[in-house]
Every structure is written in C-alpha cells, then in structure tokens.
C-alpha cells in the first residue's frame, strides 16, 4: 500500500513563510497531477495547487502570488512554499497524487497554523 508523507508544517506568525513537502513510500508510476488541497475547521476540503506533469499549474485565487507549487518528477515528489501567511490559510494541509488512470493517493496531512 503506497503512502503519500507530508512533512513541513507547523505553526507560524502572520507574514511568516511554510515549505510542505510530500513524497510517497516508493515511486509511483503514471502519475498526471500533483496537488495540495486543505480543510479549515468546519469547512469542506479545497484544492490549494496543482501541478501537472507537463508544469501547468494552478491556484486558489486566495493564494496566487504568495504560494509556489513544484515537483520533482524523477523523485515523485511535490513542495509548496507558501509566503504571507495569513490567518485564514489556516488547515490541514493534504498532498495528492493523480495517476493517469485516475487513481487518487492521498497523504495523512499536515496541520499548518499561522497566528494574527
């Protein structure tokens, strides 16, 4: 069973910088897109970014400008850096993988707070 590892967030203040990173148990063959999506308390699950295997990307448009999506396609891994926090970025923080014959791996999540 392949699993997707989150690593890099925490709690930060407002205007403060996170780097998440994920990268499965082992190589993953066939993958389309990669993505991050995250879920406030209460709220439903929304894709933040994504990126294809081609490089298209894209974004909330609550965080274009101030998030940076990249993948490593020889090591099946994907980063989001994310600049300006702000309090409302607030969630858990989930990596996806897309292969290309739709099958969805999901990571365990990662909790990225910021403070006012």
């Known amino acids: 069973q392949v699993q997707l590892v989150e690593s890099g967030g925490g709690l930060v203040q407002a205007g403060g910088s996170l780097r998440l990173s994920c990268a499965p148990s082992r190589i993953i063959l066939g993958i389309n897109s990669m993505g991050w999506y995250r879920q406030a308390p209460g709220n439903e699950r929304e894709l933040v970014a994504s990126?294809?295997?081609?490089?298209?990307?894209n974004y909330a448009d609550s965080v274009k400008g101030r998030f940076t999506i990249s993948r490593d396609n020889a090591k099946n891994t994907v980063d989001l850096q994310m600049n300006s926090l702000k309090p409302e970025d607030t969630g858990v923080y989930y990596c996806n993988f897309r292969t290309t014959i739709r099958t969805n791996y999901w990571g365990q999540g990662t909790q990225v707070t910021v403070s006012s």
């Open positions: 990126i294809t295997s081609n490089g298209y990307t």
